[in-house]
């Protein structure tokens, strides 16, 4: 049996949460258990890392390879305490991002060691695999715009990771899309420029496709 395990990928206000919320009700309504998680975060642990990696003051001279080994620190905390027990018990997991992002983010944008990205990777999430990614494809001027909109929490510093150069997040565009081209059966991209409403039905015609819903 497939594991019930979808990640949804994509560069920054591509609309994820929205849809991963939208995707949950679908599911739910076809009298599914589900259970939402995200990364980096999902367990006590993985919400401190989170706090450091993207808010923290403390984190922002951090270099790449401290970076990556907090996002996988995080990321095998979730697989143990989360992902895998749900998986086990029948549930659906749809994560906010998973390895991908590492592999995207750090490995293609930052520049590091395919390889080491890749090793690291796999030790962190063992034998837990997502069977669909969704890559959410969105052009970054669109998404640009989407961020300056954005409003941002009362007292909460700016966002590390939102706040990378545009070459950054052109990187980490073409990474993912390298990703969809080396996994054709795993890894789907979908065109996040058109409305919500389009983008969930494109999303749920996939789910339906790939788990013979």
């Known amino acids: 049996m497939k594991p019930l395990f979808i990640s949804l990928e994509g560069s920054e206000a591509c609309g994820k949460s929205t849809q991963i919320e939208r995707l949950k009700t679908r599911l739910e309504r076809f009298g599914q258990r589900v259970l939402v998680t995200r990364e980096p975060g999902g367990t006590a642990l993985g919400e401190a890392l989170r706090y450091l990696l993207k808010h923290a003051p403390e984190g922002r001279g951090m270099v790449p390879e401290a970076e990556l080994l907090l996002f996988a620190a995080s990321r095998a905390q979730l697989c143990r305490e989360v992902i895998a027990p749900a998986l ?106 058109g409305s919500a409403d389009e983008v969930e039905q494109l999303i749920w015609s996939l789910v339906c496709n790939v788990f013979s819903l």
């Open 88 to 193: 086990k018990e029948g549930l659906w997991v749809v994560s906010d991002r998973f390895a991908d992002s590492t592999t995207v983010y750090q490995g293609i944008a930052r520049k590091l060691s395919a390889q080491d990205v890749a090793s690291i990777n796999d030790f962190a999430i063992g034998e837990v695999r997502p069977t669909l990614t969704l890559v959410l494809d969105l052009d970054q001027e669109v998404s640009r715009r989407r961020l300056s909109r954005r409003a941002r929490p009362v007292n909460q510093p700016e966002d590390r990771m939102e706040a990378q150069p545009a070459e950054f997040f052109e990187r980490v565009r073409e990474g993912y899309k390298a990703l969809a081209e080396a996994e054709p059966e795993r890894v789907r991209l979908i065109d996040a420029s």
